[in-house]
């Protein structure tokens, strides 16, 4: 809070496999990569919401924002806007920056909820309810990113029927595919013009 009192703390719920913690370490043993992970992190067991000028927003840490379900909790929670913070330095220029933010567009899309996306690295973005990118800084460049949010309520289908909106939407998908295959017309077999050499003699 402004006054420094702490309004509130969320602990990352979806750890990073063999980055945060190693899955079935004690049967892994004997991979000496995996000593460079030294202990396991322990997940959060809660959302937390938090507020700013009356509005409350999540907020999602770097690898947590590839869990629609996670953040569609928190928009079903109240939360009018969605923070992810992340750090991908250590991946450098590599696509996993645009594919990250690619990523939080999805989650604004889905949900009908503005994203503000914080990398300490970049790519930094404000995405609209709409999952439209407003404003965004460059990779690897020290920038700030300002724009005018606007926070939204309200429930998208995938929020209020989670993957079954997904799961019915593929099954839509793929009955217009069989759909349409069934009803295309038969293409006309093309006509082979054999051409028929004949000799001709001289008499």
Not at 171 to 179: K, R
Request: glycine share 10%; hydrophobic share 40%; with cysteine.
């Amino acid at each position: 809070e402004p006054d420094g009192t702490l309004q509130g703390r969320y602990a990352k719920q979806h750890l990073v496999p063999y980055g945060e913690y190693v899955p079935g370490r004690r049967f892994l043993g004997f991979i000496e990569q995996l000593e460079q992970i030294e202990r396991d992190f322990k997940p959060g067991t809660e959302g937390v919401l938090f507020e700013v000028d009356g509005h409350r927003f999540a907020s999602i840490i770097c690898f947590e924002s590839a869990f629609g379900p996670l953040v569609r909790d928190f928009v079903r929670d109240g939360a009018e806007m969605i923070v992810v913070s992340t750090n991908n330095r250590s991946y450098r220029r590599s696509s996993n920056s645009e594919q990250h933010l690619a990523l939080s567009q999805m989650r604004a899309a889905e949900t009908g909820t503005p994203v503000l996306h914080a990398s300490v690295s970049g790519i930094s973005a404000v995405i609209d309810a709409g999952g439209d990118v407003v404003r965004s800084t460059e990779l690897f460049r020290n920038q700030a990113v300002t724009a005018e949010v606007t926070t939204a309520t309200g429930e998208t289908p995938y929020v209020r029927y989670g993957e079954w909106a997904v799961a019915g939407s593929a099954l839509l998908l793929l009955a217009a595919a069989i759909a349409g295959r069934w009803r295309r017309p038969p293409r006309p077999r093309a006509r082979r013009l054999l051409a028929h050499a004949g000799t001709r003699g001289s008499a």
